[in-house]
């Protein structure tokens, strides 16, 4: 069985916001100098899914797949780490400023080019853009079964089992492979490398291709394909007033009442 784990780098979530700034001109956002890169942890929960399914089924191999700059390669070390057993990095000029479309043609190009796939893996949404677009994307393009949310992952034979997460439960799901899966944080903690693990993702194979190794011309990729245009990238502005009614805790609770009544909310 081959798993492909479609795994993106993003600026580190965590980071503080002072961190992150916009170009409203370039509609672009600006990382600050040192901004840590890391794998989307939406996708490293992917790669703990792959993972738990190989646990079961000793002849699961899996492949971390990551469209992005040379830098991008540390995202999949991070995964091949974690216990992938290879990695190809999607890394060409030609790539750059991609959309959803674009980003999900070259990743399907690529699972293309792997050759046999019985599982595709990806992550909810990217946590830089949380566009959540490009695993449907890519089912879409590939002419997969595509279930979303996944809680928990199982093969049995050629079937794939989903529990996938409601907003007031969950459900049981199942398609036929090769099908896509997107993976939601309910999985539970993606596991952390150790040092052996980190040494021997060292070893690990790690295929580079550019968009002419997929066949894709330079105008069908990146900026130069994409089907969505920005129109405004801005950090809305927030005015908040804030007054302190002074008083008894009973004239506090009466000024609230009357400000409340005037501003028609209560
Ligand atoms: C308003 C706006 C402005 C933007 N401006 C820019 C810009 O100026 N320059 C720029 O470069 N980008 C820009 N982007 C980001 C770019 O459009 C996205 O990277 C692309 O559309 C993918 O969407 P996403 O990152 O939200 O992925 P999602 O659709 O949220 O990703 C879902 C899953 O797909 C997989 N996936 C997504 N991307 C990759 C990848 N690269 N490699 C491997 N797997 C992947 C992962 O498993 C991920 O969990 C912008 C996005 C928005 C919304």
């Given at each position: 069985m081959h798993i492909v784990v479609c795994a993106k780098q993003v600026p580190n979530p965590e980071a503080a916001f002072s961190m992150f700034r916009i170009d409203e001109e370039a509609k672009r956002m600006v990382p600050a100098p040192g901004l840590q890169l890391v794998m989307s942890p939406f996708d490293e929960q992917a790669v703990e899914a792959a993972l738990r399914i190989r646990e079961h089924h000793a002849d699961a191999r899996t492949t971390v797949l990551t469209l992005g700059p040379d830098s991008a390669r540390?995202?999949?070390?991070?995964?091949?780490?974690?216990?992938?057993?290879?990695?190809?990095?999607?890394?060409?000029?030609?790539?750059?400023?991609?959309?959803?479309?674009?980003?999900?043609?070259?990743?399907?190009?690529?699972?293309?080019?792997?050759?046999?796939?019985?599982?595709?893996?990806?992550?909810?949404?990217?946590?830089?853009?949380?566009?959540?677009?490009?695993?449907?994307?890519?089912?879409?393009?590939?002419?997969?079964?595509?279930?979303?949310?996944?809680?928990?992952?199982?093969?049995e034979d050629t079937t794939v089992r989903i529990e996938r997460v409601l907003d007031d439960g969950t459900e049981i799901m199942e398609a036929a492979m090769p099908a896509l899966v997107t993976v939601s944080n309910e999985l539970g903690a993606a596991r952390t490398p150790n040092l052996r693990e980190t040494m021997r993702a060292a070893r690990k194979p790690v295929t580079v291709w550019k968009a002419a190794d997929l066949g894709l011309a330079a105008d069908e990729v990146g900026a130069a394909g994409a089907r969505r245009v920005v129109e405004r990238l801005f950090v809305p502005v927030k005015n908040n007033r804030c007054e302190f009614i002074a008083g008894s805790p009973e004239e506090q609770a009466a000024g609230l009442a009357q400000r409340l009544r005037a501003a028609k909310l209560i």
């Open positions: 540390n995202a999949i070390k991070h995964g091949l780490a974690m216990g992938a057993d290879e990695g190809v990095l999607l890394c060409d000029a030609a790539f750059e400023d991609a959309d959803s479309y674009t980003t999900a043609h070259a990743l399907v190009a690529a699972i293309r080019k792997l050759g046999r796939c019985d599982l595709v893996l990806t992550g909810r949404q990217a946590a830089d853009w949380d566009a959540g677009v490009v695993g449907a994307g890519v089912g879409e393009l590939l002419g997969l079964p595509v279930i979303t949310f996944a809680k928990d992952v199982h093969v």
